[in-house]
């Protein structure tokens, strides 16, 4: 969904912001997998069906209707993943796993800002 700020969005604040949370998420998904491989683990590449309503519907807007759509849909993912990330920070004994989550925690907190 980040990656349709750039096209989609009206204002330019939040296409830029897409394209960095993209660039970031990839980066992120790519060491994610890198550490699943290594413990035997093979990591889903499609989202799921109800992201992918989601995605399919945000394709559709432009402009203010795409820049409410997805301020909306941010803030109810960082809510989503917040927990999740917190619990992986404080309960891994993966320090590699901890860091990557401290990471995503991090830049999750720099693009609610």
Do not use: C
Not at 44 to 63: E, Y
Not at 107 to 112: E, G, I, R
């Amino acid at each position: 969904m980040a990656t349709l700020a750039a096209s989609h969005a009206g204002r330019s604040d939040l296409a830029v912001l897409g394209a960095t949370i993209a660039k970031d998420l990839t980066e992120n998904q790519k060491a994610l997998a890198k550490l699943a491989a290594a413990h035997s683990v093979t990591l889903t590449t499609a989202p799921s069906a109800a992201n992918q309503k989601i995605i399919d519907r945000m394709q559709r807007l432009r402009g203010a209707s795409f820049d409410r759509s997805y301020v909306r849909q941010f803030t109810l993912a960082h809510t989503h993943i917040k927990p999740s990330l917190e619990s992986q920070i404080s309960t891994s004994k993966n320090k590699d796993l901890v860091k990557l989550a401290t990471d995503a925690r991090t830049k999750l907190n720099s693009y609610a800002a």
